[in-house]
């Protein structure tokens, strides 16, 4: 039943079927499965996935959609976990989201998603995220980095705002910053103090394995 | 009477059939009734409750009858005129005529590495002179072209493009809308006695945030004609399918038709398809692609139908990072495809990758390429002259010449185009000269451009009045928080600078 239900979890992600992920994670759950062996098997699954892409044989339509089933699913197990005191094991914590003002998802989305491929516990906080609540959600989550995106250059200056807030919070020191988006360029991204940059999202996913030291 | 611009004289091209059209027209009207439009604005949700659309007030939602849609299409003029500064700039929009508009993008490149890079002020108020300069250029688009320039605060981008514009060009122009930036272009519009055309921006899929709506109050109140814009990416925030995207597109443009008509019924507007296939790799637009232009054609034709002049961005755009082979194909297809199908707006000259970057040099590229789309646009006269019947008999077989005849002299200066810079010469010709591009000659012509042309200036009293606008809108931004004390003191160094505010 056990290796069923794990193989079920799998196959929901590899099929793009956030339902099935949700009923297959529930059923887990019921089975008294370990939640964490779970977890892993939906990473697994999502770095497959990201491999997929990296080498070209899956797009973006996949990658999004095997990232939905296994956001599905999480919830379902982050609870049992919790329930249980057991700690996730995970490269770190991410918490990533797209400048106030800019409503841009898509970049965003790829990196969170192909973060959590590489093993990170990821916190994907939306669009038009204010300085403030990026802090939040960074205290939260004891967030170990924070990913910063924006695409409009009208909106690139609100990354210099979330750091600020960093500061003035005395977090900055304990929470690396990774910016990227259309408007970004590396010059901005040592202008603003970030620790790192990168163009795109695969690239995006193995700086933050380099910034927290994996 | 308009005077520039040219006017297609045959039939545009159309690829879908009455039923398909129909198809498509139903179910956006569906959508618009069934699932509504999500609108963050309180004033305007009030206003559509009033007139019979229903409202979720806990969703923001706004759903609109089909029959009030249907009234509302047909307020909207099917022509308006768009004053420039200088009243030999106007333009007739909507009906056959097609004009061809700056292309914008958010930064310059780098000639040698071609890579992306900010521009200076002197360069913006440069580009603005290419602007000015390029004949077949008849319309200037928001921004200044470029999104900004070294040191300027983002906030202040809209308002002192607005003013590069009207102090370089006599052009008619258009502004957008950021962070209330619309009161000020109205104020700047209204001390050259100029008409701007307005933009509200629509946030796909089927939203309207707040500052848009704000803007089309502001603007429609104030009497300007208004475009309403929406780009939704086929496959991210809209339907992948071209007749999808078509439906989710069309919805969130008539949705704005509906407020803008119920704020002041008659007010002339112009819609906007600035949809593109979603890059499934690098998860960008697919600038330049055939998709693309598929979607302008369909939407060409289907609003044309509801006789509402239309405006098609992705003419211009292209994904190439250089002035290339790739570059060249994309705008040109996107160029013809769209005025042969009858677009009334081709934003073209200047940009390159999208609207990450443009290069004046484009411009003057381009310009050469509006000049050839608009011949063809001219279409082929056939009369006993042209026909030239009793000449053909007359000159026979060989020995028989044509070139000394005086109807060649007549028409060949009417059948083609004298291009500005492209490369036209002999192979020894081209040898003895330098071996040069299309791009050199746009480089000579650039700089001749900068050197010579003198645009008709403001007035002495019209300048002042932009100045003190300009002046109004920092105060306003700096008081709101919007220019820090860091940006302050950058963009100071310009506004003091002996140069302001050309360099």
């Given at each position: ?26 059923q ?9 062996e ?6 697994d699954a999502?770095r ?9 044989e ?6 999004v ?64 995220v204010?300085?403030e609540?990026?802090?939040d959600?960074?205290?939260?989550t004891?967030a170990?980095l ?23 919070k005395?977090?900055?020191?304990r929470?690396k ?13 040592e202008q ?8 795109t ?6 700086l ?7 | ?7 297609r ?9 009455e ?12 959508v618009?009734?069934?699932t509504?439009v ?29 029959g009030?849609?249907?009234e509302?299409l ?40 071609w ?24 319309f200037?688009?928001?921004?200044t072209?470029?999104?900004?320039w ?9 308002p ?16 957008g ?8 272009a109205?104020m700047?519009a ?40 929406s ?9 992948a399918s071209?007749a999808?995207?078509?439906?989710t ?22 819609v906007?398809d ?5 890059n ?13 232009f ?6 060409n ?8 002049p ?8 292209s994904n190439?990072?250089?002035?290339d082979y ?28 999208g609207?990450l970057?443009?290069?004046?040099l ?5 310009d ?15 009369t ?10 007359q ?10 005849k005086a109807?060649?002299?007549n ?26 591009s ?18 008709e ?24 928080g ?10 100071l ?9 050309y360099?």
């Open positions: 039943m056990k290796r069923m239900v794990l193989g079920g979890l799998a196959e929901a992600v590899l099929a793009y079927d956030p339902e099935a992920a949700t009923r297959w994670a529930r887990a759950v019921a089975e008294g499965i370990d939640p964490i779970a977890l892993n098997v939906l990473t999502i497959q996935v990201g491999d997929g892409f990296e080498t070209g899956l797009f973006l339509p996949e990658l959609g095997a990232a939905g089933a296994m956001q599905a699913a999480m919830p379902v197990l982050q609870e049992q976990i919790d329930r249980s005191g057991a700690v996730r094991q995970s490269l770190g914590v991410i918490v990533i989201g797209t400048v106030f003002g800019d409503i841009h998802t898509i970049g965003k989305t790829m990196v969170a998603t192909l973060c959590a491929a590489e093993g990170f516990e990821v916190h994907d906080i939306g669009v038009n204010t300085a609540k990026f802090v959600c960074i205290i939260a004891g170990d924070v990913a910063i995106s924006a695409l409009m250059t009208m909106t690139v200056p609100e990354i210099r705002k979330v750091i600020r807030a960093l500061e003035q005395g977090l900055r020191d929470v910053v990774m910016v990227g988006g259309g408007g970004v360029t590396e010059t901005f991204a603003v103090g970030a620790d790192g940059y990168d163009p999202a695969p690239g995006a996913a193995k933050a394995r380099k910034l927290v030291g994996k | 009477m308009a005077m520039n611009g040219f006017v004289k045959f039939k545009p091209l159309e690829i879908l059939t039923e398909q059209v129909r198809a498509i027209h139903l179910a956006t009207l569906d618009l009734e069934t509504g999500r609108m963050e604005h309180k004033g305007g949700l009030k206003l559509l409750e009033k007139h019979g659309c229903k409202v979720d007030w806990e969703q923001n939602r706004a759903r609109m009858p089909a009030l849609v249907e509302c047909a307020k909207v003029p099917s022509q308006f005129r768009l004053r420039a500064r200088n009243p030999k700039n106007d333009l007739l929009m909507g009906g056959d005529r097609v004009y061809f508009q700056t292309f914008a993008g958010m930064q310059s490149i780098d000639l040698e590495t890579e992306p890079r900010p521009p200076t002020r002197k360069e913006n108020y440069d580009a603005v002179l290419v602007q000015d300069a390029c004949p077949n250029l008849h200037l688009s928001t921004y072209p470029w999104f900004g070294k040191g300027l605060p983002p906030v202040m981008s809209i002192e493009s607005d003013a590069s514009r009207l102090r370089y060009s006599t052009k008619a122009i258009e502004t809308s950021s962070y209330d930036s619309e009161v000020f109205i700047l209204q001390a050259v006695g100029a008409d701007v055309l307005g933009y509200m921006g629509g946030s796909p899929p089927l939203t309207w945030y707040e500052n848009a709506v704000e803007a089309c109050f502001r603007l429609v109140g104030a009497g300007f004609p208004l475009q309403v814009i780009g939704n990416t086929m496959g991210a925030n809209g339907p071209i999808g995207s078509t439906v597109n069309n919805a969130e443009l008539m949705s704005g038709i509906v407020l803008a008509q119920l704020i002041r019924p008659g007010t002339p507007m112009m906007m600035f949809c593109f296939p979603q499934m790799r690098g998860g960008g637009p697919l600038f330049g692609d055939i998709g693309a598929l979607h302008n054609v369909v939407f034709q289907i609003w044309r139908s509801y006789g509402i239309t405006k098609t961005p992705p003419a211009g755009a190439s990072k250089q002035i790739q570059c060249g194909y994309e705008k040109a297809m996107g160029a013809l495809l769209n005025a042969l199908s009858g677009t009334n707006v081709i934003p073209l000259q200047g940009g390159l990758n609207e970057t443009r290069h004046p484009i411009s003057i590229l381009d050469d390429m509006a000049a050839m789309i608009g011949r063809f646009l001219n279409g082929v006269e056939v006993d002259e042209s026909i030239a019947l009793d000449l053909i008999n000159v026979g077989p060989i020995p028989g010449f044509y070139l000394d109807h060649t002299r028409w060949w200066r009417k059948e083609q185009v004298m291009t500005s810079v492209a490369d036209r010469l002999t192979y020894p010709e081209w040898m003895r000269t330098g071996k040069k299309a791009l050199d000659y746009a480089k000579e012509r650039m700089e001749q451009i900068v050197g010579t042309h003198k645009p200036p403001l007035t002495p009293h019209q300048e002042q009045a932009v100045e003190d606008i300009l002046k109004e809108a920092r105060d306003y931004y700096r008081k709101k919007l220019i820090g004390e860091e940006d302050w003191q950058l963009y160094e310009q506004l003091e600078s002996p140069g302001y505010p360099a």
